[in-house]
């Protein structure tokens, strides 16, 4: 059952993947962060290092690309920054394992991730006091 979701996933990935590509690049938004610690973006684990962010104007994707790799990510929601305009990413810890929770593009929109179901796992255990606590890690970006 969860090889069949992983597939049906990885088909829609590469779908939104190629309806990205096709999209006039002149519209991206691109920001640059260098994010000092291993984090998740759903079920992709990512290495620290630098990573160009793009949202294209009008979808729900935002691409995270390093020399090493990168993910497409499709958006939850978005809503107006909370009283900031730098451009930001915020992570949510729980123990050592940090995962991406919003990319603020600009004074304009915060962009936020659904939870993955790891995140939900470590979000549980630490409401019942069986694993350490979240915090909230912002990590600064640069245009």
């Keep these: 059952m969860a090889l069949r ?15 990205v590509s096709a999209a006039p690049r002149a519209e991206a938004q691109d920001l640059r962060a260098h ?7 759903n079920v992709t684990t990512l ?9 294209l104007t009008g979808t729900p994707a935002v691409q995270l690309r390093s020399p090493e790799g990168g993910v497409m990510v499709m958006m939850d929601r978005s809503t107006p920054p909370r009283n900031q305009e730098n451009p930001q990413l915020t992570f ?12 603020r593009i600009s004074g304009e929109r915060e962009l936020h991730i659904k939870q993955s179901v790891a995140e ?3 979000e549980r255990a630490s409401k019942d006091g069986k694993g350490p606590a979240a915090t ?7 245009k």
């Excluded at 290495?47 to 949202?55: E, K, R, V, W």
């Design 136 to 142: 909230l890690v912002a990590v600064a970006v640069s």
């Design 92 to 103: 949510t810890k729980y123990g050592d394992r940090y995962f991406l929770r919003d990319i």
């Design 47 to 55: 290495p620290a290092g630098f990573y160009d962010i793009t949202q």
């Design 5 to 19: 979701t992983r597939n049906i996933v990885s088909i829609m990935a590469a779908s939104l993947a190629f309806v």
């Design 120 to 122: 939900r796992e470590m």
């Design 35 to 41: 994010i000092p610690f291993e984090f998740r973006v």
